[in-house]
């Protein structure tokens, strides 16, 4: 994942615009199958539903217990952070009933894949402080898996009424009529799944501010969760059903999940040291508090926390202007998204357990600083095979270690962060890994700390060394990755 971020939102939910607005919606126009529109919800029928905004965008999403609410991975992806709302009606009222929140976490399906069918498009999150539940907020019901749903449903949202038309300052609502499967794939070419349900119309209209996209669709008199509202081409055109994540197909990933772990009251580790790796649910880097460091000097921390969320937050600092704390996400073994730290008493934010704290002291001493880290809600999924901080000023690496193939599925990094600071050259002297033309199957990647940043400067596979790299700062980063399929003997390096 990255760094909570709400750029880039506006690909997500783009959508087209362009039909004509119906008052109101009878059985007959449901038998024509030509449903837009929809008429004004009684005010709080639909208590689970909440609505958040994400940049200049909104979303909507459905209770499914005090602290948890479940909505669509587009909008779960960006909505770390967001303030959410349960109990409206008029959005452009306060009456009084609304609850708001703020989203302190979420986690996207990890089969979700973006773009053309949006598959597996579901997402929790985790709200801070929990809902009260009174008459206006209530939870959901999420159906079994077995739930076979009704032939007409029910769509609530303030998404606008018309292709191209303004949202809707109160809630409104929609029957819609599910469409079988033949029609689904004729009308969307192929691209449904067994983990979408269509339904006849669906007014999820993008324009400005206001999207039904996350909202729920519901069935029968208990309001069950059967559908939520997923993607259209246009909206609410009567000859192309809109697409709903089966929900019934996601009850159990939705039950089993939510159970966040809560971060520890206090750091329960502690370093002093320049650079190193902390393996731990939490800790405080304190290096040189109170006392100087040389110029110059750069020192990596790696932290591979065993839940998802890290909360960094820099404590105390005597850095100036020309030193740099920097925080980078580690993603599948890439350095990637990169803050630096300036704040004192500010939380800083990943959304991975692997990251890096990069030390990076300009051409003149500095003062020393102090930060904690809290790691929280799900289990980390990233993989780190082997990690060695080599922080030695020469020395080389065999690897494997004792000789033999290297793994399947490995992902190893090797930090090079000399303690007394120097240029280093890093040199391949032996290479033997599965080849690739684009080294997609086995690799070596080195990367440069140049200018603040982990630059990537070779990959490379198969038997032809790598060329030499020079780290200026003496800072630099060795990752390797292998896949599920073939293995070698690994390659020797050294650092001079
Ligand atoms: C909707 O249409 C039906 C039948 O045409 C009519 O009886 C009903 O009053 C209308 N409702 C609204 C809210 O306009
Ligand atoms: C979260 O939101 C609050 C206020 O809305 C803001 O002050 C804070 O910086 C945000 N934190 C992050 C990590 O975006
Ligand atoms: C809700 O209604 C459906 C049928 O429409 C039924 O299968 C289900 O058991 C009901 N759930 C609850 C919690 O009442
Ligand atoms: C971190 O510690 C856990 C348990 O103590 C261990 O299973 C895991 O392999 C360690 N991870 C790393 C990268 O050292
Ligand atoms: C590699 O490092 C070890 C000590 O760690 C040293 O004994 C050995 O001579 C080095 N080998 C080379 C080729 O530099």
């Not at 004509?20 to 709080?44: F, Q, S, Y």
């Not at 009424?161 to 070419?189: F, I, R, W, Y």
């Not at 007014?203 to 909202?215: A, E, P, V, Y």
Request: glycine share 8%; charged share 15%; hydrophobic share 35%.
């Amino acid at each position: 994942m990255r760094i909570a971020s709400l750029l880039s939102l506006a690909y997500t939910l783009a959508v087209v615009a362009d039909a004509a607005p119906k008052p109101n919606t009878t059985r007959n126009e449901l038998n024509n199958g030509r449903i837009v529109g929809g008429i004004e919800a009684d005010r709080h029928e639909f208590k689970f539903l909440v609505h958040f905004r994400l940049g200049d965008n909104c979303c909507a999403g459905s209770i499914i217990r005090e602290d948890w609410v479940v909505t669509a991975a587009q909008c779960g992806q960006w909505a770390y952070n967001s303030t959410i709302t349960a109990g409206d009606h008029n959005l452009d009222e306060v009456e009084g009933t609304e609850q708001t929140r703020q989203v302190a976490g979420f986690l996207i399906h990890p089969d979700f894949e973006s773009g053309l069918a949006n598959q597996n498009d579901i997402a929790l999150l985790y709200v801070s402080p929990p809902f009260e539940f009174n008459e206006y907020v209530q939870p959901v019901v999420i159906p079994d898996i077995n739930f076979a749903p009704t032939a007409v449903a029910t769509v609530a949202g303030w998404g606008s009424l018309s292709e191209g038309g303004p949202s809707a300052s109160n809630l409104m609502k929609v029957d819609v009529p599910m469409v079988d499967e033949e029609e689904c794939n004729s009308n969307h070419a192929g691209v449904i799944v067994p983990s979408m349900l269509l339904w006849r119309g669906w007014k999820r209209c993008m324009r400005r501010s206001s999207s039904d996209t996350g909202g729920p669709l519901v069935c029968g008199d208990n309001q069950t969760l059967c559908g939520i509202v997923s993607w259209n081409r246009g909206c609410g055109r009567p000859n192309l059903p809109g697409v709903y994540t089966k929900v019934s197909q996601f009850s159990q990933w939705i039950r089993s999940n939510m159970i966040p772990v809560y971060e520890d009251p206090s750091p329960v580790e502690s370093i002093t040291t320049c650079g190193g790796h902390i393996n731990a649910t939490s800790a405080e880097i304190s290096f040189q508090l109170g006392s100087s460091i040389r110029a110059d000097q750069r020192c990596v921390w790696i932290i591979t926390a065993p839940y998802s969320y890290l909360r960094f937050r820099l404590t105390s600092s005597g850095l100036s202007e020309n030193d740099g704390l920097f925080l980078t996400q580690f993603f599948l073994n890439r350095p990637g998204d990169q803050e630096r730290m300036t704040s004192i008493g500010e939380d800083y934010f990943l959304t991975s357990g692997f990251a890096l704290v990069t030390l990076n002291v300009g051409n003149a001493p500095s003062r020393g600083f102090r930060l904690e880290f809290y790691s929280s809600m799900f289990p980390d999924s990233q993989d780190l095979t082997s990690l060695q901080p080599l922080n030695t000023n020469i020395g080389n690496i065999s690897y494997p270690v004792g000789g033999g193939n290297y793994r399947l599925n490995e992902n190893a990094l090797f930090v090079i962060n000399p303690i007394v600071p120097a240029q280093r050259t890093v040199m391949f002297t032996r290479m033997d890994v599965e080849y690739g033309s684009v080294c997609q199957y086995d690799a070596v990647t080195i990367y440069n700390w140049f200018n603040n940043q982990y630059v990537q400067v070779a990959k490379v596979c198969g038997t032809s060394l790598p060329p030499l790299t020079t780290f200026e700062s003496g800072v630099g980063l060795i990752t390797f990755q292998s896949d599920s399929s073939v293995v070698g003997t690994g390659f020797d390096f050294e650092w001079v």
